[in-house]
């Protein structure tokens, strides 16, 4: 059993430090590789880290072409059996994440394993779900439930009795799959520059490849959130991508399913836009979130617009 670790850098390499060193305090390196894919970061630090950590296969690209792109790259040059894709602002807190494999070893009928994200004080942060459902979109888009929906996931019984379990995806932050199965899947969908790819392959392995994705509640690790993003500014690439992205993987639902999921995202943006006047949260800032949320709606509206803005607010 060998496992490849691929993690992905976009200027946060501060955070890949403490990743890595968690990294080796906790797992064998003759049973496991690293390999650090830098997508044309603009800050070079991360240079300073192949020096730091020589048994890390460092690899430096010249585009950024988004996180799942850079996760295929990664996949393609690893040796392992098992790949085991982790965020930079992942932190190790125990040698558990070996479970994973081990249970895809034990468990054919499985393909994708992950474990839970906790925060500082050791809390369940929300890192599995549904797919994409009328149910979770009618909660986005009356502004309320939702929040309880999250915790009610976090604290289910599973969770806290330890017992392992079936769920439709996991936050790509970290999971682990065959590499076999990685291959067969096609990998990541190059047309996402982020945020549900981590979906859409968990939805191939149990739609198409007729595989479980399970939840091991015993492999705990830490996670920060949003370490490449970091300023306010770049609320808009958040908000625009994970809308973009949605879109996309709702072409994997049947014609009508995915139509009317699109109309609950366009109900939420006008609604949205209808308040904003009188949205304090967002005063002295309403300018920009009025052009944030009528790039949103363009998405919705526009299947063009969708296939052919993989790079806004990225590249200018």
């Not at 691929?6 to 390999?35: M, P, Q, W």
């Not at 909660?139 to 769920?167: A, C, D, H, P, R």
């Not at 904003?276 to 363009?298: E, T």
């Amino acid at each position: 059993m060998y496992i490849s670790v691929i993690i992905v850098n976009y200027n946060t390499a501060d955070h890949i430090r403490n990743c890595l060193k968690s990294i080796y305090g906790f797992l064998n390196s003759d049973t496991t590789e690293v390999i650090v894919v830098d997508n044309n970061s603009t800050q070079r630090d991360i240079e300073k880290l192949s020096d730091e950590f020589p048994e890390a296969n460092f690899q430096f690209r010249k585009v950024n072409d988004g996180f799942g792109c850079g996760c295929n790259f990664g996949a393609g040059i690893a040796s392992g059996n098992y790949l085991l894709f982790l965020n930079p602002d992942i932190i190790l807190l125990d040698d558990s994440v070996l479970e994973l494999a081990g249970y895809l070893e034990n468990n054919p009928d499985s393909g994708i394993t992950s474990g839970l994200m906790v925060d500082e004080n050791r809390s369940v942060l929300y890192s599995f779900n549904e797919f994409p459902s009328f149910e979770w979109e009618f909660y986005q888009l009356i502004g309320f439930g939702y929040k309880q929906k999250i915790e009610n996931l976090v604290s289910k019984k599973e969770i806290k009795e330890n017992i392992i379990f079936e769920t439709d995806w996991f936050h790509g932050a970290v999971f682990m799959i065959r590499k076999s199965d990685f291959e067969k899947s096609g990998g990541f969908n190059k047309e996402y520059f982020m945020y549900y790819e981590d979906v859409e392959i968990c939805f191939n392995m149990k739609t198409k490849s007729d595989k479980k994705n399970v939840c091991l509640p015993s492999v705990r690790v830490f996670h920060h959130t949003r370490s490449s993003l970091g300023s306010e500014s770049n609320d808009n690439i958040y908000m625009f991508h994970i809308h973009r992205s949605k879109i996309i993987f709702l072409r994997n639902y049947p014609v009508l399913k995915g139509l009317l999921l699109k109309l609950m995202g366009i109900l939420y943006t006008v609604t949205r836009l209808a308040i904003l006047p009188f949205w304090l949260k967002y005063k002295g800032q309403k300018k920009n979130k009025s052009n944030q949320l009528f790039k949103i709606l363009k998405l919705y509206l526009s299947s063009s617009y969708v296939d052919n803005s993989k790079y806004e607010y990225i590249k200018s």
